[in-house]
């Protein structure tokens, strides 16, 4: 049973454009939420988190939002830009003792046209 | 400051050969783990360790074995390749301190890509 879903396989945005980038989840444990970025041939990489006691987290461009009562997450992403292009996947995990592992969706492929 | 390094890059096995993925981390981190990441699967856990001396499983473990001699080192051993385990693997660390030091975010490495054929 997939934990941590990522309905879209791709989206395709215009340059300048919002990009937004959706996941839900199941597991009512889950407190921590993660996004990481994937170019090609790389590892991933760290994007920006949100804990379940907020509802956004702001960093430059990229803006989190959680709806804990949906069980629901966005990403979004203003303006696009070319070098925003990349797999973005939602992680996610519970601050429990003992508890260190993430659960990943299956990703997003994110491609921004110039 | 490396971070977290892994060898080789690319590999290629016949069915049945045996290797170890090498990792290696350079920042004092007690969490590492190794992924696989397979077309339209996302990252899926294969094993992870707290500290030196303690593993334990992922999602999914079978084919593989790992051990944590050290707070450095985490290699992810293949003991007999099948094509099922053509995938990339990236190996991950994070601390795991405890309160309002603790960091949730897990740094990757660039990934070894494996081809058994």
């Known amino acids: 049973d997939q934990q941590v879903k990522q309905n879209s396989p791709s989206l395709s945005v215009q340059e300048g454009r919002i990009s937004i980038l959706n996941c839900d989840y199941t597991n009512s444990m889950f407190d921590y939420f993660l996004w990481y970025k994937k170019y090609p041939a790389e590892g991933p990489t760290f994007l920006i988190s949100?804990?379940?006691?907020?509802d956004k987290n702001e960093d430059g461009r990229f803006t989190v939002f959680l709806n804990k009562s949906a069980k629901h997450l966005s990403l979004h992403i203003v303006p696009s830009q070319p070098g925003d292009s990349a797999v973005y996947f939602c992680a996610a995990t519970y601050s429990g003792a003992g508890s260190y592992q993430l659960t990943f969706g299956k990703g997003t492929k994110l491609s921004v046209i110039p | 400051n490396a971070g977290v390094t892994q060898t080789p890059k690319f590999q290629v096995l016949k069915t049945g050969q045996s290797m170890t993925l090498q990792c290696a981390q350079d920042m004092n981190h007690e969490y590492m783990s190794w992924y696989r990441q397979d077309p339209g699967m996302g990252l899926r856990l294969i094993h992870y360790?707290?500290?030196?001396?303690?593993?334990d499983q992922g999602e999914v473990p079978n084919g593989y074995n790992v051990s944590r001699s050290t707070t450095e080192d985490f290699p992810l051993r293949l003991l007999s390749a099948a094509p099922s385990q053509t995938s990339v693997y990236f190996c991950?660390?994070?601390?795991?301190?405890?309160?309002?030091?603790?960091?949730?975010?897990?740094?990757f490495g660039p990934g070894t890509r494996l081809t058994v054929t």
């Open positions: 949100i804990s379940s006691i907020k």
């Open positions: 360790s707290v500290g030196a001396g303690i593993t």
């Open positions: 991950a660390s994070s601390t795991v301190r405890g309160g309002g030091a603790r960091s949730y975010e897990q740094y």
